[in-house]
């Protein structure tokens, strides 16, 4: 099948201009782009004269299961999410799993992205139905994903060097109570399901996500990293996101979460680390020599106090850097958008001596694109050029977003919020029209998702009061383990 996208303004490979021309898609890929208004045999047209067409966003790290989750916390930071999570994320049944992760697939869909890398979580561990689940929620909104189910055989509680013990009676027992499933369980789950895997197809890929360094024993991480290696799963854990995660390993290990990492066997190029912010520059250049990524999530690691990851510094370190947007019970939104936004501004509150050392807008909206394309292992390259995938965003120029015009990086960066998003196609097909999911009764999914709502808290209610109790706890214990980590000043550039 052959389609034209006519006229529109066109955002170079190197995101620097947008000129008018004509894009062609055979199929699933991008056949040609051609001076506007030449004809072209056989072909539907779609005249995107008012529009600007520019790649899809790539998200390199969220979570489907915190769908029905976003906004639930206020002032939370990481280690008081994660003390949250037992009644955030309970008493899912399979419908829930899939309702949750169609939220959050078409909030990415509405907002420009166009393929995710997922890391869901199941407690206390994965299966078979409710991989399956989100894998169908990805193929009714049709973004392409990698499915990489978060695995540990720690809790929180467990993991966390001596939490259970600074706790108070009776939470501490109820603390002590909380197990994961055992490891080889979870590994077996995890085999079972690769050995079986029947969603490739539909451009749903699975992969593995030992949660945090810290929440695993030293055999289940190379256990992940054995099925990895066995069924070629790409790899992603949070690594070094919040400072106490780094005071943890220091307590732990006495060496960092990624250098531990890489003494499993776990660094290489299907491995990238999330966030990152406490990476030291060891850290950097170990990722870069192994081939590693490393996924970006400013809009999170401000919105949990974590930090700012240090991008500038990756990237001359030859780190392929991606984008994300966490999830929506971390950072409440699946906006591509304001990720690049505040991305772009995250560099500039680093202290520097130059203006190079921020992200320029272009260079932002490529790690979006390209470069988290990159990340995924995805075969388009992210730009808009002859052989790319056919994953495109058509923007309404006519939206007050682009009144007027003046420049596509910038405005991409500094005025789209994902309002102006009007048509997305993947594969060549169209899964967006004027706004409007194709796949997914968009009026049902909201009262399907009230009323589970609804539901869930009132049966997590006793549940959320320990969580509330044990909050404090939390709070005083990480964040006098993070006082253990002293690489602040790494945050500093190097000159």
Same mark, same amino acid.
Request: aromatic residues 4%; hydrophobic residues 50%.
């Given at each position: 099948m052959r389609r034209v996208l006519r006229g529109g303004r066109v955002l170079a490979a190197d995101a620097l201009s947008a000129p008018r021309a004509d894009v062609v898609i055979e199929n699933t890929r991008i056949a040609a782009i051609l001076p506007a208004g030449t004809p072209v045999a056989d072909a539907e047209v779609f005249d995107a004269s008012a529009r600007l067409v520019i790649p899809g966003l790539v998200n390199t790290h969220t979570h489907g299961h915190g769908g029905l989750a976003k906004g639930a916390g206020d002032k939370w930071d990481l280690a008081l999410l994660l003390a949250q999570a037992p009644w955030t994320n309970?008493? =899912?049944? %399979? @419908? @829930? /799993? =899939? &309702?949750?992760?169609? &939220?959050?697939?078409?909030? +990415? *869909? /509405? /907002?420009?992205?166009?393929? $995710?890398? @997922? %890391?869901?979580a199941e407690f206390p561990g994965p299966t078979q139905e409710g991989l399956d689940a989100m $894998?169908?929620?990805? #193929?009714?909104?049709? *973004?392409?994903? #990698? %499915?990489?189910? +978060?695995?540990a055989d720690l809790t929180f509680f467990q993991a966390t060097p001596g939490l259970v013990e600074a706790l108070p009676e009776p939470l501490r027992e109820r603390a002590e109570a909380m197990r994961a499933n055992p490891g080889e369980a979870t590994l077996a789950t995890i085999g079972a399901v690769a050995q079986t895997w029947s969603h490739d197809h539909a451009n749903i890929r699975l992969g593995i996500a030992p949660t945090i360094p810290l929440f695993g024993t030293d055999a289940f991480l190379k256990g992940c990293r054995a099925l990895a290696r066995d069924h070629g799963l790409p790899m992603q854990t949070h690594v070094a996101e919040a400072r106490f995660q780094a005071g943890g390993a220091v307590e732990r290990y006495g060496k960092t979460l990624l250098a531990h990492m890489d003494d499993m066997g776990c660094v290489g190029p299907w491995f990238s680390v999330a966030h990152g912010v406490w990476l030291t520059d060891a850290d950097l250049a170990l990722l870069a020599e192994r081939g590693g990524s490393l996924a970006h999530n400013p809009g999170s690691n401000m919105r949990l106090a974590s930090g700012i990851a240090p991008i500038r510094r990756a990237l001359r370190a030859g780190v392929t850097v991606g984008l994300g947007t966490d999830g929506s019970g971390s950072s409440d939104n699946q906006n591509m958008f304001e990720s690049m936004r505040l991305a772009a501004f995250a560099s500039r509150i680093i202290e520097s001596e130059s203006e190079d050392d921020w992200l320029g807008t272009a260079e932002t909206v490529l790690l979006a694109t390209a470069g988290s394309s990159r990340l995924m292992g995805l075969g388009g390259s992210g730009k808009i050029e002859v052989g790319a995938s056919a994953d495109i965003v058509l923007l309404d120029l006519n939206h007050i977003n682009w009144m007027p015009f003046n420049d596509a990086a910038n405005q991409i960066v500094w005025t789209e919020d994902g309002a102006a998003v009007r048509d997305v196609m993947i594969g060549g097909d169209w899964k967006l029209r004027g706004g409007k999911v194709l796949g997914v009764d968009e009026v049902k999914l909201a009262s399907d998702a009230q009323a589970a709502v609804d539901r869930l808290w009132s049966a997590n209610a006793a549940t959320r009061a320990f969580c509330e109790a044990v909050s404090p706890h939390v709070a005083c214990h990480c964040r006098g383990l993070a006082k253990k980590f002293t690489g602040a000043t790494r945050l500093l550039p190097v000159h």
């Open positions: 309970a008493g =899912r049944n %399979l @419908d @829930d /799993k =899939r &309702l949750s992760t169609t &939220l959050t697939a078409v909030e +990415m *869909l /509405k /907002k420009g992205c166009t393929a $995710a890398y @997922d %890391l869901p $894998a169908e929620a990805y #193929i009714a909104v049709g *973004l392409r994903a #990698i %499915l990489a189910p +978060m695995v």
